[in-house]
């Protein structure tokens, strides 16, 4: 079992930037792989970023370049720093654990976080 707790969502204006946190208990944080998805209000959920137990890294083409997936298993803490936020940022985020399949699909993916409301104005 693996449990799950972000932080970090608020509102920022366009440009600006946040930095999303996500706190696991249960089992050994280093030995799976994590990701970041959004839900924006009646969009399906998609996703953000991914990242390896080893650091190995996949993000959507829409946050490359702006958004920064990180872990730091010493304190079984996964990170989405976000950058240069536009307004289509808008969404829930939600952190997820140890995917039974490709990292971009979320329904390979075991465990969720209760999820953070990201809101950027333009």
């Known amino acids: 079992q693996v449990h799950l707790i972000e932080s970090g969502g608020g509102l920022v204006q366009a440009g600006g930037s946040l930095r999303l946190s996500c706190a696991a208990s249960?089992?050994?944080?280093?030995?799976?792989?994590m990701g970041w998805f959004r839900q924006a209000p009646g969009e399906e959920r998609e996703f953000v970023a991914a990242i390896g137990w080893s650091g190995g890294t996949s993000y959507a083409d829409s946050v490359k370049g702006r958004f920064t997936i990180s872990r730091d298993n010493t304190k079984n803490t996964l990170y989405l720093q976000m950058n240069n936020l536009k307004p289509e940022d808008t969404a829930v985020y939600y952190c997820?654990?140890?995917?039974?399949?490709?990292?971009?699909?979320?329904?390979?993916?075991?465990?969720w976080g209760q999820g953070t409301q990201v809101t950027v104005s333009s």
């Open positions: 997820a654990a140890d995917p039974r399949g490709p990292w971009n699909v979320s329904t390979k993916y075991n465990y």
């Open positions: 249960g089992r050994p944080f280093s030995t799976y792989n």
